[in-house]
Nanobody, 122 residues
Framework: QVQLVESGGGLVQAGDSLRLSCAAS????????TGWVRQAPGKEREFVAA????????SYADSVKGRVTISRDNAKNTVYLQMNSLQPEDTAVYYC???????????????WGQGTQVTVSS
């Protein structure tokens, strides 16, 4: 089992930046790939970004590419999502995800956090 706890969400204005963090426990962190998935009100879940177990490869949704960076610190069992130039359409609940298999581009992951709300006002 893997437990994931997100933090860092909040209310920001368009153009602002925000960094989300996700602390993992329960399994050797370097043995799991991690990612972020978001869900806006009334919409389906959307893949945002993913990173391999060692952090050597990353993947991003087209909608956030160039504005978002995923990273991880295996010594701290933490994965981050740095979001810049936020827009109202980025408003969603952001979920930290994990899986033994790297899953770029998909929303099917084995482990999920409880989610953190990001709201971007115009």
């Amino acid at each position: 089992q893997v437990q994931l706890v997100e933090s860092g969400g909040g209310l920001v204005q368009a153009g602002d930046s925000l960094r989300l963090s996700c602390a993992a426990s329960g399994r050797t962190f370097s043995s799991i790939a991690t990612g972020w998935v978001r869900q806006a009100p009334g919409k389906e879940r959307e893949f945002v970004a993913a990173i391999t177990r060692g952090g050597s490869s990353t993947s991003y949704a087209d909608s956030v590419k160039g504005r978002v960076t995923i990273s991880r610190d295996n010594a701290k069992n933490t994965v981050y999502l740095q979001m810049n130039s936020l827009q109202p359409e980025d408003t969603a609940v952001y979920y930290c995800t994990a899986d033994p298999t790297y899953r770029p581009g998909v929303t099917v992951w084995s482990y999920w956090g409880q989610g953190t709300q990001v709201t971007v006002s115009s």
